[in-house]
C-alpha cells in the first residue's frame, strides 16, 4: 500500500489549507486512515483519524474545532481541511493507515506516506 500526501505549503496565519492522501490500493476502504505530523527534534504527533467507513473520526485537541478529515472510498482519497491556522502547525504532515484502532500511537499504524510540509507564518 503506497500513500501519497499533498497539498502542503505557505499560509498566513488565519488561512486554511487542504491536504490530500491518495491510496494506491484498492484496499484503502478496509483501512483506518490518520493524519500526524512532526517537527525537527520532536515526536510524530496525533492529528486526526477516520474510520473505515467515514463514520467515526477522532481528533487530538489542537486539531478539534479548526480541522477537519474526511474521506472519498470511491478516489482511494483521505482529505485533511485545516482551518485558523496557526504558527504553531508548521510542520511536516504525514498520513497513515492502519487495521486497528489505536489513534494516538504511530506504531500502531502499517502504511506511512511521505509527507508534505506545512508552513504557517505569523
Known amino acids: 500500500v503506497q500513500l501519497q500526501a499533498s497539498g502542503g505549503g505557505l499560509v498566513q496565519a488565519g488561512g486554511s489549507l487542504r491536504l490530500s492522501c491518495e491510496t494506491s490500493e484498492r484496499t484503502f476502504s478496509s483501512l483506518n486512515k490518520g493524519w500526524f505530523r512532526q517537527t525537527p527534534g520532536k515526536e510524530r504527533e496525533f492529528v486526526a483519524i477516520?474510520?473505515?467507513?467515514?463514520?467515526?473520526?477522532f481528533y487530538a485537541d489542537s486539531a478539534k474545532g479548526r480541522f477537519t478529515i474526511s474521506r472519498d472510498n470511491a478516489k482511494n482519497t483521505v482529505y485533511l481541511q485545516m482551518n485558523n491556522l496557526k504558527p504553531e502547525d508548521t510542520a511536516v504532515y504525514y498520513c497513515a493507515a492502519t487495521t486497528s484502532w489505536d489513534p494516538r500511537r504511530p506504531g500502531a499504524y502499517d502504511y506511512w506516506g511521505q509527507g508534505t510540509l506545512v508552513t504557517v507564518s505569523s
Open positions: 477516520i474510520s473505515r467507513n467515514g463514520g467515526t473520526t
